[in-house]
């Protein structure tokens, strides 16, 4: 999908201070989850199971795909994220979608991606949808570049760089159940630590008993 130059605008005014700082991605809204019942693509938080299973490979492209698909797009743009990964809808498979103002693919969502050569190293602090309020120092790869599938099941390939490079990566990890907590500076990790325990602790007591 393209971004429009309304997008684009409306993209740049919420996120003017977050691309001052290097920013991945800001955390205030409420955790979700996905809900077949009524349809909805929600968020899962942690440190919810599925955010640390490996997602499996998408081998079919068909209705349900697509739903889904069109859902996390409308749930990310709703909360105001730049992407999401199908494990923190709760849905365990090989999927992102993604939308970044500059962003030099047409598509936003990204089916069996993998990153076929990186350079460079940089450190900018990122947060997370399902780390509601955290956020951390993150050493990424500056430049890399990319292969995927889109939604009519043609091959991507395409050289990213910056902020869009850093939340490719960041959706990535969520595939291979690695979380953006397991790659923050000790200094950030620590920092975070008593908001990590409260949200173990949230998890535990909202957990209805099976």
Not at 23 to 38: G, H, I, R, T, V
Not at 56 to 71: Q, S
Not at 155 to 178: F, M, P, S, T, Y
Request: aromatic share 10%.
């Amino acid at each position: 999908m393209r971004i429009t130059h309304g997008r684009i605008f409306e993209k740049l005014k919420y996120y003017r201070n977050f691309f001052k700082k290097g920013c991945y991605l800001p955390d205030f809204f409420k955790p979700l989850y996905f809900s077949e019942k009524n349809n909805q693509v929600n968020i899962v938080t942690y440190p919810a199971p599925v955010l640390r299973q490996k997602a499996k490979p998408l081998t079919e492209i068909n209705a349900d795909v697509y739903k889904k698909a069109e859902k996390m797009v409308e749930l990310m743009r709703r909360v105001h994220g730049i992407g999401l990964a199908a494990p923190q809808v709760g849905w365990s498979v090989r999927l992102f979608v993604i939308d970044v103002v500059g962003n030099n693919v047409d598509d936003n969502v990204f089916i069996n991606p993998s990153i076929m050569e990186e350079a460079g190293e940089t450190s900018n602090e990122e947060g997370c949808l399902s780390f509601p309020g955290i956020m951390g120092k993150v050493i990424r790869t500056h430049k890399i570049k990319v292969c995927a599938y889109n939604l009519n099941g043609q091959k991507i390939e395409v050289v990213l760089e910056d902020l869009l490079a850093r939340a490719w990566q960041h959706e990535l990890d969520h595939l291979n159940g690695c979380l953006f907590i397991d790659r923050m500076s000790p200094a950030s990790r620590l920092a975070a630590s008593q908001q990590l325990k409260e949200l173990e602790q949230s998890y535990k007591k909202d957990r209805v008993p099976v």
